[in-house]
C-alpha cells in the first residue's frame, strides 16, 4: 500500500517553544491531508483538513493559531504546534487521502508522541 | 450527526479464540465502513472496508459484513493470534466528493495471551 511518513515520531519540548511536525505522502500526491489528535485510550480527533495550495479547514474547538498548518505541496503537509504547553502533550497522527468518492482511501502516518514540559 | 459506536474494551481473549468486535453507525444515506488496526506506537493501518450495503471486507483473516438494515458492521475473526493485539477502530467515510472526512469510533483495545 501507498506510505505516508511523519517526522519525528517522538518530540520533547520545553512549554513556550514551537514544535514541528512533517507528513509526507512518499509514493503518491495527495491533494488532501488530514490532521488528528489522539489522547489516552480515546479515539482520534480530527483537527484539521488541509488542501494543497489553499487555508487548513478546521474543526470547531480546534485553535488555527495554536495549531498552525502549511500544505505546501502536493507530498507534504507540516503542522506547527506554536507556544505549547503541558496540555497539548498528545499523539498526533496525520493522514493523506489517495483517490475520490467511494474508492478514495486514507493512508496514516505512523504518528507523532509530542510531550511538553 | 454522523456517528460511529464500537463495544467498549478492553477485550481480552486466548489465542485460537473467536473474536467479535461490535460496531453501529448513525449516518445519513450510505456511507462507506472501514475497519482499522492501530499497533502498538505506529499510526493506523486500513484492515478491510465496504462501500456497499452487504458488502463484505476481509483481510488476514478478519471479516465484516455491512449490514444495512441494522447499520453495523461487526468485525470478526475465527481464529485469533497473539500477533492480532492492537487497538481496533471503526469508521464511516462521510460527506460529499472533495469533502470527505473519516468519522472513527472510540476503539477497541484488544489482548491475545498465548
Known amino acids: 500500500g501507498a506510505v505516508v511518513s511523519q517526522h519525528p515520531s517522538r518530540v520533547i519540548c520545553k512549554s513556550g517553544t514551537s514544535v514541528k511536525i512533517e507528513c509526507r505522502s512518499l509514493?503518491?500526491?495527495?491533494?488532501?491531508m488530514f490532521w488528528y489528535r489522539q489522547f489516552p485510550k480515546q479515539s482520534l480527533m480530527l483537527m484539521a483538513t488541509s488542501n494543497e495550495g489553499s487555508k487548513a479547514t478546521y474543526e470547531q474547538g480546534v485553535e488555527k493559531d495554536k495549531f498552525l498548518i502549511n500544505h505546501a505541496s502536493l507530498t507534504l503537509s507540516t503542522l506547527t504546534v506554536t507556544s505549547a504547553h503541558p496540555e497539548d502533550s498528545s499523539f498526533y497522527i496525520c493522514s493523506a487521502r489517495r483517490g475520490a468518492g467511494r474508492t478514495t482511501e486514507a493512508f496514516f502516518g505512523q504518528g507523532t508522541r509530542l510531550t511538553v514540559v | 450527526g454522523d456517528s460511529v459506536t464500537q463495544m467498549e474494551g478492553p477485550v481480552t481473549l486466548s489465542e485460537e479464540a473467536f473474536l467479535t468486535i461490535n460496531c453501529t453507525y448513525t449516518a445519513t444515506g450510505y456511507p462507506s465502513l472501514f475497519w482499522y488496526v492501530q499497533y502498538p506506537g505506529e499510526g493506523l493501518q486500513l484492515l478491510l472496508k465496504a462501500t456497499k450495503a452487504d458488502d463484505k471486507g476481509s483481510n488476514k483473516g478478519f471479516e465484516a459484513t455491512y449490514r444495512k438494515e441494522t447499520t453495523s458492521f461487526h468485525l470478526e475473526k475465527g481464529s485469533v493470534q497473539v500477533s492480532d493485539s492492537a487497538v481496533y477502530f471503526c469508521?464511516?467515510?462521510?460527506?460529499?466528493?472533495?469533502?470527505?472526512?473519516?468519522?472513527f469510533g472510540q476503539g477497541t483495545r484488544l489482548t491475545i495471551n498465548p
Open positions: 469508521a464511516l467515510l462521510r460527506g460529499i466528493q472533495g469533502a470527505q472526512k473519516l468519522v
Open positions: 509514493d503518491f500526491q495527495a491533494t488532501t
